[in-house]
């Protein structure tokens, strides 16, 4: 059993060392990690310049880039053998509804199962690490749990968002389905030194949609949220009116 851990927050974030703590014993793990914090830059691939990797003294493996490419890298020619399972995270805040549209943690796990491989993202519902070490442990046991009895027909990709509460291993856990979110906060405009208008993007929205069933209302009712997410963006609904509408009259 081969463990590739990756994470968005950086490789010096107190998450990904918490994670690959709970892992110990499953397995082989290599640890490859952003140098910087990445949060937010989704499937975000470097095209434009080349990327080094650097071996911190934790034993992980440092690249200056994002965190599919840390994925990437490690899976097209960094590791000499192809690991088992993709693990992400543990992130600091939550990564549900849309978040998992601009998420970095999702994505280092995505690319894992663009490239077949099983991946499971796991996230803090709320930043600031409370209670990592009970979010460690839903990790251990989430992984535990889908080893124990894996699907039969891979690969696949789960989204874990666990709440911070010093007994979240002992909470109820829900599969659930992803909530939508309002559009963000509006932009925050300041003025930088030399008078000029700089952006900061504002917070992203509340739930809108956090219905039961939702990772959003799961963890709002105090249970581990586990989506099982696929990558396929089609509008499968509407296929039928667009061909209507777009088709043929050529
Ligand atoms: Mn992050």
């Not at 666990?162 to 963000?184: C, F, K, M, Q, Y």
């Amino acid at each position: 059993m081969r463990i590739l851990i990756a994470n968005d927050d950086g490789y010096l974030a107190p998450g990904i060392a918490a994670l690959v703590e709970a892992m110990r014993g499953l397995g082989e793990i290599d640890v490859i990690a952003p140098e910087q914090n990445a949060s937010g830059t989704s499937n975000a691939l470097t095209l434009n310049r080349p990327l080094s990797v650097f071996t911190a003294a934790s034993g992980a493996r440092v690249i200056n880039g994002t965190p599919s490419d840390c994925v990437h890298v490690a899976l097209t020619g960094l590791l000499p053998q192809r690991p088992d399972l993709v693990l992400s995270g543990i992130n600091n805040g939550a990564n549900m509804g849309d978040d998992t549209l601009y998420s970095g943690t999702v994505a280092a796990a995505m690319e894992g199962y663009l490239f077949g491989i099983p991946a499971i993202a796991f996230s803090q519902v709320d930043k600031g690490w409370a209670h990592l070490d009970a979010a460690a442990r839903v990790a251990r046991s989430v992984v535990e749990r889908v080893l124990a009895e894996p699907p039969a027909d891979g690969p696949w990709l789960l989204n874990v968002n666990i709440p911070n509460r010093p007994d979240a291993d002992t909470l109820p856990r829900l599969v659930t389905r992803l909530g939508r979110r309002h559009a963000s906060e509006p932009v925050i405009q300041q003025t930088n030194p030399r008078g000029e208008p700089i952006y900061w993007i504002g917070p992203a929205g509340d739930a809108r949609e956090a219905g039961k069933g939702t990772d959003f209302h799961a963890t709002a009712s105090g249970c581990v949220s586990i989506t099982p997410l696929q990558v396929d963006l089609t509008d499968h609904a509407t296929l039928p009116s667009w061909r209507q509408r777009l088709e043929g009259g050529l």
